[in-house]
Every structure is written in C-alpha cells, then in structure tokens.
C-alpha cells in the first residue's frame, strides 16, 4: 500500500496556495490546518448570484456568470463540507434558488440555461445537450446531487418537493444499465434512499474502470464513485479503489498539483486554460481528502 511522501504533500500544499483559487486555498485551510470557516464562505460569497443561485465559472467547465443549477450544486457541496447550517443566509438563499428552479413536468431541473452557449464552456454543457427532448441524465446530474441537499437541509425544502423528486428517481435508478456515467452514481448514492442501494452499488461494480491503464482518459475511476471510506460504494469497490489511490500518489505532477483527465477539446483554448488551472485546485483538493480519509499520506 503505497502513501503519499511528506515531501509530496508538501508539493501539492504548495501547488494550492499558489495556484488555486481563494475558494480551494480557503477549503484547505480549513479542512487540513484548522483555518477559519469563515475565509471559506468570504471566497465563496463572489459566486453566489442576486438571486441566491451560484454561477461565474464556479463549476470552471460552464463559464456563464448568471445562475446555473450545477454550479449551484457546487457551491452547496461547499456549504455543505463546512457543516453550513439552514439559518446561515447562503444556504437559505441557494435552497431558495433551487426550489424556485424546479420544474415539475420535467421533473428536476435541468443543469444550464440556455444563455450557457453565449459563454466558454465544455462541449458536454452546450444547452443543445440539455434542452427540452435532449437525453442528458438530468435526475442523476443535477438532479440526485440537489436531491440529497435538499434533504440535507430538510428544513427548507418543500416536502411535497422532495416527495415527487424522490419518486422520479427511483423510477429512474429502476431502468438504469450499465455502464452509468460516476458523478450520477454518486449522486445518486448520496440520496438517502435506502431502496436504491443495491441497484446502485450493482450499477457501481458493473460501471466502474478498474484498468489503470485507462485512468488517464475520462472513465469512471474507483475514486469518482468511491471518494471517501463512508461512500455507499467503499466496501464493495474496496480492491479498485486501493489500486485507485496508489494509481494518484503515482501520477501527481511534479509541480504538486494533479491534472484533469479530461479537456474541451481545442475549443475555447484560452478559457480552457483558465479551467484547467481552476480544476488543478480543485482536483488537488479532493484528491488529498481521498488519501487522508483513507489513511494514504505520511503523518495524517
């Protein structure tokens, strides 16, 4: 079992505090060195919209400043990692927004508005890929994710709201095959649904990559459904997601921080290069909570 060398982690705690975004700095701090939670809600605050909603490239892939339901979901996945409680007025704000934004004939929300393509963006973001009649899994991306925040938060959210969304779910989950696309999965097992969880993990061990030799294209890596020990598919994923981790303590660049196993494929080229650095922090970030939590870096 490989680990992560002091002088490594030094290299990617350096590579975030140069290179990151305040918001990734921030979440470091915080969760690996006792900082201030209050520095991270400062450097999450830019992003969140009038309208309570989050956007202005918060997800580095989608570049839109106005509100977006997955740079929402971002941004309540932040909230959330700081233990935001519901009378903290960001997450009422966001609740707000996402309420607001549920479509019932859908039924979900779907995860950009068309104004996405007046802006740099990743290919698979292009409003063509969501719009009405589009077959993109809007009740797994964004749609579990928010789900999951909405229950999380259960205090502000519509019971009726969660009702329904719950049900269109699990119907869904129902007529799933494999291979389904890792962020989907693990959205959809951060849902508290116990109904779910074996046709979920089932989809996971059927879904998954577990060839190195292919990690380096955008596959389902272990670590994607499986990032930390208490994820539903830890244990039934445990062989892969062990060769996962000794596969990143190999990869990381010398710089410290890792690279995305994906790119928006020549187009944009100057905003990609603005993504990238962007997604370097936050894959850095969630790489180190994966090898800590699993006990994979000297002295943590």
Same mark, same amino acid.
């Given at each position: 079992?490989?680990?992560?060398?002091?002088?490594?982690?030094?290299?990617?705690?350096?590579?975030?505090?140069?290179?990151?975004?305040?918001?990734?700095?921030?979440?470091?701090?915080?969760?690996?060195? $006792?900082?201030?939670?209050?520095?991270?809600?400062?450097?999450?605050?830019?992003?969140?919209?009038?309208?309570?909603?989050?956007?202005?490239?918060?997800?580095?892939?989608?570049?839109?400043?106005?509100?977006? $339901?997955?740079?929402?979901?971002?941004?309540?996945?932040? *909230?959330?990692?700081?233990?935001?409680?519901?009378?903290? *007025?960001?997450?009422?704000?966001?609740?707000?927004?996402?309420?607001?934004?549920?479509?019932?004939?859908?039924?979900?929300?779907?995860?950009?508005?068309?104004?996405?393509?007046?802006?740099?963006?990743?290919?698979?973001?292009?409003?063509?890929?969501?719009?009405?009649?589009?077959?993109?899994?809007?009740?797994?991306?964004?749609?579990?994710?928010?789900?999951?925040?909405?229950?999380?938060?259960?205090?502000?959210?519509?019971?009726?709201?969660?009702?329904?969304?719950?049900?269109?779910?699990?119907?869904?989950?129902?007529?799933?095959?494999?291979?389904?696309?890792?962020?989907?999965?693990?959205?959809?097992?951060?849902?508290?649904?116990?109904?779910?969880?074996?046709?979920?993990?089932?989809?996971? *061990?059927?879904?998954?990559?577990?060839?190195? $030799?292919?990690?380096?294209?955008?596959?389902?890596?272990?670590?994607?459904?499986?990032?930390?020990?208490?994820?539903?598919?830890?244990?039934?994923?445990?062989?892969?997601?062990?060769?996962?981790?000794?596969?990143?303590?190999?990869?990381?660049?010398?710089?410290?921080?890792?690279?995305?196993?994906?790119?928006?494929?020549? $187009?944009?080229?100057?905003?990609?290069?603005?993504?990238?650095?962007?997604?370097?922090?936050?894959?850095?970030?969630?790489?180190?909570?994966?090898?800590?939590?699993?006990?994979?870096?000297?002295?943590?």
């Amino acid at each position: 079992m490989k680990k992560l060398s002091a002088p490594s982690f030094r290299r990617a705690r350096d590579f975030l505090l140069t290179q990151a975004r305040p918001l990734e700095r921030a979440l470091f701090a915080h969760e690996f060195e $006792a900082g201030p939670r209050g520095a991270v809600l400062e450097a999450l605050a830019p992003f969140q919209n009038a309208d309570g909603g989050y956007g202005h490239a918060l997800e580095p892939d989608v570049r839109l400043p106005a509100s977006s $339901a997955i740079a929402t979901l971002t941004g309540l996945d932040v *909230l959330r990692e700081i233990a935001a409680g519901s009378e903290e *007025l960001p997450v009422r704000r966001a609740l707000a927004w996402v309420v607001q934004e549920y479509d019932a004939a859908l039924p979900g929300w779907r995860s950009v508005p068309p104004a996405v393509d007046d802006f740099a963006h990743a290919r698979h973001w292009s409003w063509d890929r969501h719009a009405p009649g589009a077959a993109w899994p809007h009740l797994l991306v964004p749609g579990a994710r928010l789900l999951s925040h909405l229950q999380h938060w259960r205090a502000l959210a519509p019971p009726e709201l969660v009702a329904d969304a719950g049900v269109a779910l699990r119907a869904h989950v129902e007529t799933l095959t494999p291979p389904v696309f890792g962020d989907g999965l693990h959205y959809a097992s951060t849902v508290d649904e116990p109904r779910l969880r074996t046709k979920l993990c089932r989809l996971a *061990l059927e879904s998954v990559n577990t060839n190195p $030799a292919e990690w380096g294209g955008y596959v389902n890596k272990p670590l994607k459904l499986a990032p930390l020990p208490e994820s539903p598919f830890a244990d039934v994923l445990a062989g892969p997601v062990s060769t996962n981790l000794d596969y990143e303590i190999e990869q990381q660049p010398s710089d410290g921080g890792w690279e995305p196993n994906w790119s928006w494929q020549g $187009a944009y080229e100057a905003e990609w290069q603005v993504a990238r650095r962007e997604w370097r922090g936050e894959l850095t970030l969630k790489t180190l909570r994966s090898l800590r939590a699993y006990g994979r870096i000297e002295g943590l």
